[in-house]
């Protein structure tokens, strides 16, 4: 980014990349825990969740790159190791070691409510101070309020008994 469109930053701008490369690698995280979620899904309503579970893998990925974009106007380097998106992560990663597709849409909801957190805080710490930050985690929050929505709506209808 140009010289004036970091001035404009009315933030620490190393705190700020330290928070965006934390979120940075709970996208990836999320990413891998959805798209293997996909592959291993079975059970009741194995179809349509896992075809939800593949979208939103790649809405996520699609989230780590808005992320890595403003990383690199602001001057940042995203984190270059699996290892370090583990470490620095603020939601973790849980195994979907039970394929069953109930135990995904848990697992996955927890995933979403931490993101909404995460989310929420990045937005406090940027709102009013750097519009263009905000404006991006606004579009990712969304997005991420959605994807609860989803998940939360399957495990709903997975109450509904088939007739
Ligand atoms: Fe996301
Ligand atoms: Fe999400
Ligand atoms: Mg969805």
């Known amino acids: 980014m140009g010289t004036k469109g970091r001035e404009i930053v009315g933030v620490d701008v190393k705190k700020l990349l330290k928070l965006l490369n934390k ?6 995280l999320a990413y891998y825990q ?3 979620g996909s592959k291993v899904a079975a059970g009741r309503m194995r ?3 896992a075809e939800e ?3 939103h893998a790649q809405e996520e990925l699609a ?14 380097t995203p984190l270059l190791t699996p290892e370090a998106l583990l470490k620095e992560s603020n939601c973790g990663y849980d195994a979907p070691t039970d394929p069953d597709t109930r135990a995904l849409l848990l697992q996955n909801i927890k ?12 937005y406090d710490f940027v709102k009013g101070k750097d519009p263009i930050t905000e404006k991006l ?3 990712i929050l969304e997005d991420e309020v959605g994807h609860e929505e989803d998940l939360e709506a399957m495990l709903e209808d997975m109450k509904t008994p088939v007739k």
């Open 23 to 28: 979120a940075y690698a709970d996208e990836w």
């Open 34 to 36: 959805y798209w293997v």
């Open 47 to 49: 179809g349509i969740i």
């Open 53 to 55: 579970l593949a979208e």
């Open 63 to 76: 989230h780590a790159e808005l992320l890595v974009n403003r990383m690199a106007q602001l001057g940042g």
């Open 111 to 122: 995933g979403e409510q931490c993101a909404i957190e995460t989310y929420r805080k990045l």
């Open 137 to 139: 985690i606004l579009q």
